[in-house]
Every structure is written in structure tokens, then in C-alpha cells.
Nanobody, 128 residues
Framework: QLRLVESGGRLVQSGGSLRLSCAASGFSLSYYYAVGWFRQVPGKEREGVSCISMKDGSTNYADSVKGRFTISRDDAKNTVYLQMNNLKPEDTAVYYC????????????????????WGQGTQVTVSS
């Protein structure tokens, strides 16, 4: 059974940086079609932030984070990262990582309904 554990979230000032980690256990992430980062603010819908193909390494970013966030993977550590630079108060949310099943092989849409395995989330708070 795949387990995903996010870490790295904390309070940071506007303009600061954080690196979130998504550590997987139980299965190799290389088995999956993709891994994504999503975020959610209480009372609002979950938003796709960035996704990475586990097949060819291609990436997808929400317009709001392009140029500021970078998704990457370390296959040896079975971990996916989200480097977050120039953080803004609007980035405040609980950040989740998730894995897309290899059966869901239709493309890298980076929408939450494509992802079946989820971590518990890590809180990122950006103060102004």
C-alpha cells in the first residue's frame, strides 16, 4: 500500500522560500504515472499546483506559480519535491502530494480527480 508523507511546511515571510518533500513508501513512485502537488484553503476547492510525469519527467504548473515553483523528483530517495520561491500570502494553504495510477495513463492534466493516492498534507503559511 502506497503511503505519501509531506513535510517542510511552516510559517515564512513574503518573498521567502520553502522546499516541500513528499516521501513515498510501500511502492516505488516510478511505478506511477505521475505525482502532483495540490493545495487547499479552508472553504475553497483543491487546486493543482504542479505535477511531474514519472515516465518522462515532463512537468505542469499552475499559472499562479510559474516562474516561482519547481517540482522535481529523486528516484533513489523515492521522493518528490516542490521548491517554492518568492512566496506570497496567496500561497498560504495546506499542500498535499498525490500519485496518479499507471492505469490513468491519458496524460498529465494535473487535476485532483486523476489522483488516487494522497498524503496527509503540510501547512504553508506566508505572512505579509
Amino acid at each position: 500500500q502506497l503511503r505519501l508523507v509531506e513535510s517542510g511546511g511552516r510559517l515564512v515571510q513574503s518573498g521567502g522560500s520553502l522546499r516541500l518533500s513528499c516521501a513515498a513508501s510501500g511502492f516505488s513512485l516510478s511505478y506511477y504515472y505521475a505525482v502532483g502537488w495540490f493545495r487547499q484553503v479552508p472553504g475553497k476547492e483543491r487546486e493543482g499546483v504542479s505535477c511531474i510525469s514519472m515516465k518522462d519527467g515532463s512537468t505542469n504548473y499552475a499559472d499562479s506559480v510559474k516562474g516561482r515553483f519547481t517540482i522535481s523528483r529523486d528516484d533513489a530517495k523515492n521522493t518528490v519535491y516542490l521548491q517554492m520561491n518568492n512566496l506570497k500570502p496567496e500561497d498560504t494553504a495546506v499542500y498535499y502530494c498525490a500519485a496518479q495510477s499507471p492505469a490513468a495513463n491519458w496524460g498529465l492534466r494535473c487535476v485532483d480527480i486523476d489522483f488516487g493516492s494522497w498524503g496527509q498534507g503540510t501547512q504553508v503559511t506566508v505572512s505579509s
